[in-house]
């Protein structure tokens, strides 16, 4: 049940539309996740600085059980985000930071409960 969470000091008018659909559907790929359990928040208009510059930057975090847990996995899903990133939101690689962070199934709640007893 990947976490993505999108923050960015761009203008919301400056944000694609339909954007957190489209970044819901490329985590799903990119993390190997069935799209219907990868949840997405985009928030615009922050008041962000990254590097020291207040220049248009984002910052993605990324939050998910077994699949962000290494190195190796998550240099190849930064390459993936980033180019998905840079695109979409047309910055250079140098504006935008990716944190990830592994999860536990006891660290989710869904439904009344955590996810170990799902």
């Known amino acids: 049940m990947p976490t993505i969470e999108l923050d960015t000091n761009l203008p919301f008018n400056r944000v694609p539309a339909g954007l957190e659909k ?3 559907a490329t985590a799903a790929t990119i993390l190997g996740k069935p799209e219907n359990r990868v949840n997405v928040t985009v928030r615009a208009g922050l008041t962000m600085a990254l590097c020291g510059s207040t220049e248009p930057c984002a910052q993605l975090i990324v939050s998910s059980i077994g699949v962000v847990g290494t190195a190796e996995e998550n240099r190849g899903h930064s390459a993936s985000f980033f180019e998905f990133l840079t695109k979409e939101l047309a910055l250079g690689q140098d504006r935008i930071i990716i944190r990830f962070y592994p999860l536990e199934p006891w660290q989710i709640g869904k439904d009344g ?5 799902l």
């Open 22 to 24: 489209r970044l819901c």
């Open 113 to 117: 409960t955590v996810v170990t007893f």
